[in-house]
């Protein structure tokens, strides 16, 4: 029987997975998931790695091998260099998986990701949760990969090949509506198209401003999955979410059930203005109890 190394049991679980890039968390679970599968004679490593540490010394003799390279400016986060890996460029999203693993593309990011508008920006806007959630595993991993051990937190990076990285932190409690998507292969987070559209109502300052928001939910008008949109607001349970998402359903023509339960409960208030920032406007949807602060056009072409 021909033995393996520990490195190319590595690689060989990274091809599988089309992975170009490689973080010292997950060579040491890819390396405890080869220990339990490859028999001792199969291989020619002995120990089962207990901790992150130990795949260390593994790692700076790939690099010395030409297997790996550091990527710049991120501690212990490797481009894979053999050559699988060099059939596409790099992936921004892919080295942000890596350096933290609960991190998800979002707000304007998120709409360029859903072909939901044509700004451009050149931060990559991340939403990432405050503490940890329970219940969720790194893309890539499974529950059983993690038995015994403390789940990877992650690490909030400046910046990555040269763009700076804009961290938005929500509670974990705010951490759903969050999906995984294999646009290169491997698994990223991006926040889902509601959650995306939601995201931007109630930030749109992070969302390229109110009309590209507006226009936005426009784009996804004949693809939005309106029962999931409505559970959604639900969980945020803000009473001038449910306002604002009121409006902007029935201004497009959209119907549902609940529509009816969140008008009765709609109140007027300090706030129940469709921008905060700007000042109320005469403008007044009387169903919603909702200044109409901003232009809306764009909501009727």
């Known amino acids: 029987m021909v033995s393996i190394s520990a490195s190319h049991a590595i690689l060989t679980q990274l091809a599988d997975e089309r992975r170009r890039v490689l973080s010292d968390w997950r060579a040491f679970i890819l390396l405890r998931r080869a220990t339990l599968t490859i028999s001792p004679r199969g291989r020619r490593w002995d120990k089962f790695p207990e901790s992150v540490a130990e795949v260390h010394p593994l790692l700076r003799r790939m690099v010395s091998r030409g297997e790996i390279k550091p990527i710049p400016g991120i501690r212990s986060i490797y481009e894979v260099t053999v050559p699988y890996a060099n059939l596409a460029p790099l992936s921004e999203e892919e080295i942000l998986m890596e350096a933290h693993p609960y991190a998800a593309l979002g707000h304007i990011s998120a709409l360029a990701f859903h072909g939901l508008t044509n700004e451009l920006s050149k931060d990559i806007v991340v939403i990432a949760p405050t503490g940890d959630v329970p219940g969720t595993n790194p ?109 902007l359903l029935e201004a497009l023509e959209i119907d549902h059930a609940t529509l009816d339960l969140w008008q009765s409960s709609a109140g007027r208030g300090g706030s129940s203005k469709l921008l905060a920032s700007a000042p109320y406007s005469d403008i007044y949807s009387e169903r919603w109890n909702l200044s109409i602060n901003a232009p809306i056009d764009v909501l009727y072409r």
């Open 139 to 247: 893309p890539g991993t499974t529950s059983q990969d993690w038995i015994g051990l403390d789940v990877i937190s992650g690490r909030r990076v400046k910046q990555i090949l040269g763009r700076q990285i804009r961290w938005i932190n929500i509670k974990p409690t705010r951490y759903f509506g969050i999906g995984e998507y294999q646009p290169y292969g491997f698994t990223i987070l991006v926040t889902t198209p509601e959650r995306t559209l939601i995201d931007g109502i109630q930030s749109p300052e992070l969302s390229g401003g109110l009309d590209n928001v507006l226009e936005a939910w426009v784009l996804a008008r004949d693809t939005l999955n309106v029962d999931i949109l409505i559970h959604l607001v639900e969980q945020f349970d803000i009473k001038l979410l449910r306002q604002k998402v009121g409006f």
